[in-house]
């Protein structure tokens, strides 16, 4: 693909939660406040869509950051399960629920012990950074 | 939900093709260029978020209309197996599967004979009016 261009038209090939030229990555830099995620971007910058779509995959035991930021997330449950914090409460997520986060809702994805878990993740592509809280 | 001010963090729990308290609707207004689809609108503009996530379903030997427009279709298949038409050429979809539709692509999704083809498409929500081909 092709920043000065727009990108074709295309299938992008789904198999054992990988999708046909996308490499997974580490989720963020490492730190102390996430453990064991990982992130494929499935549309991102180069395709020059006003949001990007993301596939996050947590091993059990593992979590994302506690964070804020002014941009929204749509989340959707495609593996496994595990819990969503919203604040101060935390909700299981299981397959095929939506997890909507406000803007500046501080939130938190972790796994379950026995299982990976796995979503998408819906941001728009002109956004504010985390904060880490 | 209010237009008013941003909604709430929350999770939308998913069963059978369905999302606690969305009503599936229409496609479209009846016309002949397609026929036996339903849309669930996950992520609207009552949320006031820059992209929204629509729940499509095909019944078996439907399809949806050909048409074009200038914004983009990030497509994510969720339900069954299909097909996409991208310009001149038909191409199988299975779960997971992603399809990309470039601006301005002729497209369009038809569900085998057998088996509903159920899909996720995010597309921004400023967008132009689809041009029927």
């Not at 074709?8 to 730190?31: D, L, M, N, Q, T």
């Not at 994805?109 to 993740?121: S, V």
Request: aromatic letters at 12%.
């Amino acid at each position: 693909m092709n920043r000065d261009k727009p990108s074709a038209s295309r299938v992008i090939r789904f198999s054992e939660f990988r999708w046909a030229g996308v490499e997974p990555a580490a989720y963020k830099e490492p730190s102390a406040d996430w453990s064991a995620v990982t992130r494929q971007i499935l549309v991102g910058p180069e395709e020059q869509v006003p949001f990007h779509l993301r596939y996050f995959e947590i091993e059990p035991g593992g979590h994302t950051s506690y964070e804020r930021h002014a941009h929204q997330h749509v989340v959707v449950a495609l593996r496994g399960a595990g819990e969503v914090r919203l604040g101060d409460r935390w909700e299981p997520v299981g397959y095929g629920d939506l997890v909507y986060v406000a803007p500046n809702e501080p939130h938190q994805f972790r796994a379950g012990a026995d299982e990976p878990f796995g979503f998408l993740c819906i941001v728009q592509a002109d956004r504010d950074r985390p904060i880490p809280l």
